[in-house]
């Protein structure tokens, strides 16, 4: 009897419309999931694989399979029989009586943000940012409109006249001479010129367009914003993009446009200002660590420390996401991992382990990832005290890069996992993906422990396709002994949080054990 637990393995990588498992005659043994050109899952147990694929695509299939050796994987793009491209991989999980798991993945084009307002025919928010990017300088100025009775307005109206009406509001903006222009709310829209040009005045055409549609006249707000700043030019644009999309949102309060655009200049003056000095204290290692114990659930045995940024001023937390919004995250990553390796060779007193942070940017620049390569050859001797965690905070697009990447760090020695994992960017694909040590679940997931029986039951299958692919479990935020039960009830290795300890210096003595994070077994074979 094939256990639950294999299967769920088999199909742990599984963002597909089909799974299925067949033996080594390509008799197909288990199938879940639908596509719409396929019978119905019960149907095709007993079937032959090939039957779903267009002829040659099918003796492909079969071949690969056949001599797909015991603990590999493959991805194949194939078509079905009723000709759709599809992604198909397959993994020969060892002890798992010569059966292939696979999945079936119809080939989606990727969700894209849409970069065009249908109503005015203007850029969207994320569509003007990127037209800004491509085309502004410092000498251009950016001019904010607001029209607070528009949505008002155009409900009173006929469908087909209120759609009229924003057509032509977006024919006077795109007509304007603008570099760029788009519509950032309901009420609101804005366009980048040069700044000779952009000072003109938007509301004489506006008017123009609503005097058309038969309106009286009605309030128009404006203001000019300058974007000269001591900034670098993508820092710059940067700053403009986290600065709008922060705005965005007050443009589509009450209140006069020119103290918005009083409030908006502001911002941007205080954005660049902070990137200026931000940079300045990440160059020079300006900020602090505190680590965190992480212990083993079972003997409460210090495992290692994870080192944590402090900064003297504001919530750590922001400060992070202000730094990975503006571009900078690899240059901090880098600063981090420097300031660990210096405390570690200055303090004598301790030969604890310590896991540092790095962010899916600083895995996918190959600038960046040369350079902290480079840094941890450099100090290879560190290697068995020092742990990796990749965060998920920028989703990773490339995971064959990727992969090679952590590949790299663990053939120097370095122990590698993901950091927070669940919260967001990160999925079973990256388990499937990427060769790792350990895995830090999200906090938000250990915290729901015990809350459903269907969550428990989710988060127990995570743990499952975790230990038997040879990955370390730990889970985030532990604050009571009641916590730590239901961690080891679920099935975790380690266990870090407040219970344990707040973060702070790491004790003389600490960390004469090695911790037992490296990855073994089976997984070492996948090619």
């Known amino acids: 009897m094939i256990s639950d637990t294999r299967r769920l393995l088999g199909f742990a990588f599984a963002n597909a419309d089909l799974l299925l498992e067949i033996d080594a005659s390509g008799r197909i043994l288990f199938a879940a999931g639908a596509i719409a050109e396929v019978a119905g899952a019960a149907e095709l147990t007993g079937a032959d694989v090939k039957a779903l694929f267009l002829g040659p695509d099918g003796l492909r299939f079969a071949a690969e399979a056949r001599i797909l050796p015991c603990g590999a994987r493959r991805s194949l793009r194939l078509r079905l029989a009723g000709k759709s491209e599809v992604t198909v991989a397959l993994f020969h999980l060892p002890d798992y009586d010569g059966r292939i798991s696979c999945t079936v993945a119809l080939s989606h084009q990727p969700e894209v943000t849409p970069l065009k307002d249908q109503k005015t025919g203007l850029a969207t928010t994320e569509g003007f940012l990127a037209a800004v990017a491509r085309t502004a300088s410092p000498h251009d100025a950016l001019t904010l409109v607001k029209v607070p009775a528009l949505?008002?307005?155009?409900?009173?109206?006929?469908?087909?006249?209120a759609d009229a009406l924003l057509a032509a509001i977006g024919k006077c903006l795109a007509e304007s001479g603008a570099k760029a222009a788009g519509r950032l709310s309901d009420t609101s829209f804005a366009a980048v010129a040069d700044a000779?040009?952009?000072?003109?005045?938007?509301?004489?055409?506006?008017r123009a367009a609503m005097s058309q549609s038969g309106l009286p006249p009605t309030e128009i707000q404006?203001?000019?914003?300058?974007?000269?700043?001591?900034?670098?030019?993508?820092?710059?644009?940067?700053?403009?993009?986290y600065v709008v999309e922060h705005f965005a949102t007050g443009l589509r309060n009450a209140g006069p446009l020119n103290d918005m655009g009083q409030a908006f200049n502001t911002m941007m003056d205080e954005t660049q200002e902070r990137l200026c000095k931000l940079s300045d204290t990440v160059s020079a290692g300006d900020f602090a660590l505190a680590y965190q114990t992480i212990v083993d659930l079972k003997t409460r045995v210090l495992s290692h420390f994870e080192a944590l940024a402090r900064f003297s001023r504001g919530d750590t937390g922001e400060t992070i996401q202000f730094v990975e919004k503006l571009g900078i995250a690899d240059s901090f990553d880098l600063a981090?991992?420097?300031?660990?390796?210096?405390?570690?060779?200055?303090?004598?007193?301790?030969?604890?382990?310590?896991?540092?942070?790095?962010?899916?940017?600083?895995?996918?620049?190959?600038?960046?990832?040369?350079?902290?390569?480079?840094?941890?050859?450099?100090?290879?001797?560190?290697?068995?005290?020092?742990l990796i965690e990749i965060t998920e905070t920028a989703q990773i697009s490339d995971l064959g890069a990727a992969a090679k990447g952590i590949d790299t760090l663990r053939a120097l020695g370095y122990r590698v996992g993901l950091d927070d994992f669940g919260s967001g960017a990160a999925t079973l694909n990256y388990l499937h993906a990427f060769n790792l040590d350990f895995v830090k679940f999200d906090g938000s997931l250990v915290k729901k422990l015990g809350a459903s029986p269907r969550d428990d039951a989710l988060l127990s299958a995570m743990l499952k396709v975790c230990h038997e692919l040879g990955f370390t479990t730990i889970a985030e935020c532990l604050e009571s002994e009641d916590d730590i039960a239901r961690a080891k009830r679920a099935?975790?290795?380690?266990?870090?949080?407040?219970?344990?300890?707040?973060?702070?210096?790491?004790?003389?003595?600490?960390?004469?054990?090695?911790?037992?994070?490296?990855?073994?077994?089976?997984?070492?074979?996948?090619?």
């Not at 000779?196 to 506006?206: F, T, V």
């Not at 900034?231 to 940067?238: A, D, N, S």
């Not at 303090?347 to 962010?359: L, T």
């Open 151 to 161: 949505p008002k307005l155009c409900a009173a109206m006929p469908v087909e006249k």
């Open 196 to 206: 000779k040009d952009g000072s003109k005045s938007q509301i004489a055409g506006l």
């Open 222 to 241: 404006e203001t000019h914003v300058g974007m000269q700043g001591v900034l670098r030019p993508e820092q710059r644009l940067l700053a403009l993009r």
């Open 336 to 386: 981090v991992v420097m300031k660990v390796i210096t405390a570690l060779q200055a303090d004598k007193a301790h030969d604890a382990h310590v896991a540092f942070n790095i962010s899916g940017d600083t895995i996918q620049s190959p600038a960046a990832f040369a350079m902290l390569v480079g840094i941890l050859e450099r100090h290879r001797k560190l290697a068995p005290r020092l």
């Open 491 to 527: 099935g975790f290795d380690h266990g870090q949080g407040y219970v344990f300890g707040a973060a702070g210096r790491i004790p003389a003595g600490a960390g004469r054990e090695t911790p037992r994070l490296r990855r073994k077994g089976m997984q070492e074979t996948w090619q």
